[in-house]
């Protein structure tokens, strides 16, 4: 019976096991989550339209034209000014500037001069006359409407914004960096 008198611990062995078990779910979950705060797909949709925005004041500059991006509620599409028709033509044809649909659960808000602008959707099936005139112009000059395009997500209260200057200057900011109050 020397067997029976034996403790019924845990060896140190088995401790160090479960506690590395431990350490990788909680660094699983802490990935998951987010706990940072950061929103990636937001961070790089911000960077996607500054990106475009700076190509489209280039291109103005470059080729004499004016561009625009038009803004929807979930949506953006870029647009050029077509001075034969007199009109703004979307630039669906070229893959960059081409309409871009948000990710699910994501929405814009657009402040032109710190005013909030309401978005409305396009409706696309109605064809009598032009798609109205972008809410950002890019003038062949450089220069450019002022602007700060936030994009929200809902369920998690993230946001990331792009902002634009009169001279063509754009910035963003990140989903990680919480947005200063305005009274």
């Given at each position: 019976?020397?067997?029976?008198?034996?403790?019924?611990?845990?060896?140190?062995?088995?401790?160090?096991?479960?506690?590395?078990?431990?350490?990788?779910?909680?660094?699983?979950?802490?990935?998951?989550?987010?706990?940072?705060?950061?929103?990636?797909?937001?961070?790089?949709?911000?960077?996607?339209?500054?990106?475009?925005?700076d190509i489209l004041h280039e291109r103005a500059l470059l080729e004499g034209r004016d561009f625009g991006l038009r803004?929807?509620?979930?949506?953006?599409?870029?647009?050029?000014?077509?001075?034969?028709?007199?009109?703004?033509?979307?630039?669906?044809?070229?893959?960059?500037?081409?309409?871009?649909?948000?990710?699910?659960?994501?929405?814009?808000?657009?402040?032109?001069d710190s005013v909030v602008v309401v978005l409305k959707p396009l409706d696309r099936n109605l064809?009598?006359?032009?798609?109205?005139?972008?809410?950002?112009?890019?003038?062949?000059?450089?220069?450019?409407?002022?602007?700060?395009?936030?994009?929200?997500?809902?369920?998690?209260?993230?946001?990331?914004?792009?902002?634009?200057?009169?001279?063509?200057?754009?910035?963003?900011?990140?989903?990680?960096?919480?947005?200063?109050?305005?009274?």
């Amino acid at each position: 019976m020397p067997g029976a008198l034996r403790s019924r611990g845990f060896t140190l062995v088995e401790i160090l096991v479960v506690v590395v078990i431990m350490a990788i779910v909680v660094s699983l979950a802490i990935l998951s989550i987010g706990v940072t705060g950061r929103d990636p797909q937001l961070d790089e949709e911000t960077r996607r339209i500054e990106g475009l925005v700076d190509i489209l004041h280039e291109r103005a500059l470059l080729e004499g034209r004016d561009f625009g991006l038009r803004i929807e509620p979930a949506a953006y599409e870029f647009a050029v000014y077509d001075t034969n028709r007199d009109r703004w033509l979307a630039m669906n044809d070229e893959g960059e500037f081409r309409r871009r649909a948000l990710p699910k659960g994501v929405t814009f808000q657009l402040e032109l001069d710190s005013v909030v602008v309401v978005l409305k959707p396009l409706d696309r099936n109605l064809s009598d006359g032009p798609p109205p005139a972008p809410q950002i112009a890019i003038a062949a000059s450089g220069e450019g409407t002022p602007f700060r395009l936030t994009l929200l997500r809902a369920a998690t209260r993230a946001r990331a914004s792009v902002a634009g200057d009169a001279f063509g200057k754009t910035s963003h900011e990140s989903s990680d960096h919480p947005q200063e109050k305005r009274s």
